[in-house]
């Protein structure tokens, strides 16, 4: 250990701060899966005895966690969807198409992405009322679709921007449409970046908060993040269930780390510089 | 210009035969090949039109009336500023978003700083490019985790009763440095700003990462050659090569603090007393619990304006850097 700390000083401090960002996880891990008798007695920092599974059962089941989860993929996906589509309608008018006043139209999407959801939240519940959509998924995924697409436009015109001219001009002279150049050239050239930008628009969907807390009261509809924000803000939950509640919440966010990890780290840099 | 947009609509001309879609217009053929373009933004612009633009102006226009969201709002000019101005809980709120801005923006840019140039040009030259990826990912999972999670993994760690963290200090013997970490009000912003930089740290690491592979490695050979150290490397170069990425990282980092939400609801709720209050829960509560619509819209209307500055500010300062980078080019 000696010898090792000091041949490897650096790589040592680095890994101790990487465990420090884990152990959380861990922690979690660990006491989810144990009895809250065996709790009481050893406290969390103990490892488990055995594999207590009951208490991720109960949770599950209390809260109808399955449908909380089909919920939040079901928003999360369609508001992926949707919004990389309105992003490509966007960009390809901005960025291929040039339309006059671009600058203009772009900064307002910037401006739009930066916009606090603060000064949205209150006419957007009270007109969602009005028009009958209060407490449907449908109205949180047409919020997002919106202001995701805000982002994806702004990436995608600068991306689309420098998208090699004589490609398009071939396509016209062979006598394809606009429409055709979109889906048939532009659309499949860019396939990275749109991927990259449908990851980012399904993780984020699925990590807000304020809007659907705000739009989506009743059960059914809840999403996983809104449902367990919601039993903590009761302080209702024990030991046994808010480890239950914090692994179930972390488990489809480390599947989706794991799956998109190359798509996500890759696109912040995109995303960040341009 | 004018000769290829003409070009292009002589095409466009030719090309409607075989594509269905084309909606140019017979009228005004110079400018039919940019107009119809415009056709493509027309679901976007409607779309934000009543997602976005609409609802802005309507919570800019509540901020001037008092409202209790039914019934006619009631026209009252400026007074709801006012009051703002004489509101204690208001300026609470601000003051803890500059707290938010340290432990968003500033600590995690500068740790970050310096640990993604460790992994660079430390860890990947002696130890390989796979340790380099396992360690970025353990600093990144926190940001794919929803905030809400966070909240409740967190609120048990730091619980006073038969949490972990007391727990440890008890294990290691130093019990009497047991806390009620988020329940104590001189403690609970510091506890909240401690769990701000562990959610916050991999976004600056994951992009000064991306920047630095873009830094010619010759300017490190030649450094080292001249026998500067690490830290005179890491100042002279790494810094002012990857400053674009600092200045971004800032920006959005100090943005989404001033944002800064579902950490604090599921937290603290802005307790105990107001301890840990931020302008969006602030608002929040205003508009949900007390009903009182025209002065929670006039608490947006005052982090928006401050946002959006920040945000021009940022733009601004970003294109004149790229400006000026262009201009040592040419």
């Known amino acids: 250990m000696t010898t090792a700390l000091r041949r490897y000083p650096v790589l040592i401090a680095l890994v101790i701060a990487a465990l420090f960002m884990v152990v959380p996880f861990l922690i979690v891990a660990v006491n989810a899966v144990k009895s809250p008798t065996e709790y009481a007695q050893n406290g969390p920092l103990s490892l488990p005895d055995g594999l207590y599974l009951d208490g991720l059962k109960d949770f599950w089941e209390r809260v109808d966690y399955g449908q909380k989860l089909f919920n939040s993929l079901l928003i999360s996906g369609s508001v992926a969807a949707l919004a990389v589509v309105l992003s490509i309608l966007n960009a390809y008018a901005i960025g291929i198409g040039r339309v006059r006043g671009r600058t203009w139209v772009l900064a307002f999407f910037v401006l739009a992405n930066m916009l606090p959801q603060e000064a949205l939240v209150y006419p957007v519940y009270y007109l969602s009322k009005e028009v009958g959509l209060y407490d449907t998924r449908l109205s949180v995924i047409i919020v997002f679709t919106v202001i995701q697409a805000a982002f994806g436009t702004y990436l995608l015109a600068s991306v689309l921007g420098q998208f090699p001219r004589e490609i398009i001009e071939a396509a016209r002279i062979d006598g394809a449409s606009r429409w055709q150049v979109l889906w048939r050239i532009v659309v499949p050239v860019s396939r990275p970046t749109l991927g990259v930008l449908l990851v980012f628009f399904f993780i984020w969907t699925w990590n807000e908060f304020l809007l659907p807390l705000v739009m989506l009261i009743s059960n059914d509809n809840q999403t996983v993040s809104v449902a367990l924000g919601v039993l903590q803000g009761q302080r209702l939950m024990d030991a046994t269930m808010t480890n239950a509640a914090a692994l179930l919440g972390v488990l489809p966010a480390l599947v989706f780390f794991l799956v998109f990890q190359r798509t996500l780290t890759r696109g912040i840099a995109v995303g960040a510089v341009k | ?330």
């Not at chain 2, 919570?59 to 009252?76: K, L, M, R």
């Not at chain 2, 001033?258 to 609801?265: C, D, M, R, S, W």
Request: glycine share 10%; with cysteine; hydrophobic share 50%.
């Open chain 2, 1 to 330: 210009m004018t000769v290829t947009a003409e070009r292009g609509g002589g095409r466009s001309r030719g090309a409607r035969a075989v594509g269905k879609h084309d909606h140019s217009g017979p009228r005004r053929p110079r400018n039919r090949p940019r107009d119809s373009y415009a056709l493509f933004l027309l679901p976007g612009v409607l779309a934000f039109l009543a997602v976005i633009v609409v609802p802005f102006l309507m919570n800019t226009g509540a901020s001037f009336t008092e409202w209790q969201g039914v019934g006619t709002p009631e026209w009252s000019g400026l007074a709801n500023y006012r009051e703002l101005m004489d509101d204690a809980d208001f300026w609470a709120s601000f003051r803890h978003s500059l707290f938010m801005v340290v432990a968003m923006a500033l600590v995690p840019t500068a740790v970050g700083l310096v640990l993604a140039a460790a992994l660079f040009d430390y860890i990947d030259k002696h130890h390989g490019s796979k340790a380099v990826a396992v360690l970025r990912a353990c600093f990144y999972l926190p940001q794919v985790l929803p905030i809400a999670v966070a909240g409740i993994v967190w609120s048990w760690i730091l619980a006073p009763e038969n949490g972990s963290l007391n727990e440890l200090l008890d294990a290691v013997g130093l019990g009497s440095w047991q806390q009620d970490w988020l329940g104590d009000p001189d403690l609970a912003l510091w506890s909240v700003m401690g769990v701000m930089v562990w959610v916050q740290l991999g976004f600056p690491l994951v992009v000064f990462m991306a920047g630095l592979g873009r830094v010619d490695p010759q300017l490190y050979e030649a450094a080292e050659l001249d026998g500067a150290g690490w830290w005179r490397r890491f100042w002279h170069i790494t810094l002012p090569q990857i400053r674009p990425e600092i200045y971004v990282v800032l920006l959005w980092c100090t943005i989404a603090a001033l944002k800064v939400f579902g950490a604090v609801y599921v937290l603290t709720k802005g307790g105990p007393g107001g301890a840990t209050n931020v302008p969006s829960y602030f608002s929040f509560t205003t508009f949900f619990e007390k009903t009182q619509v025209g002065y929670g819209a006039a608490i947006s209307t005052v982090l928006t304006i401050i946002i959006l500055a920040l945000a021009l500010i940022g733009l601004k300062l970003q294109t004149r850097a790229e400006d000026a980078e262009e201009g040592l080019r040419t």
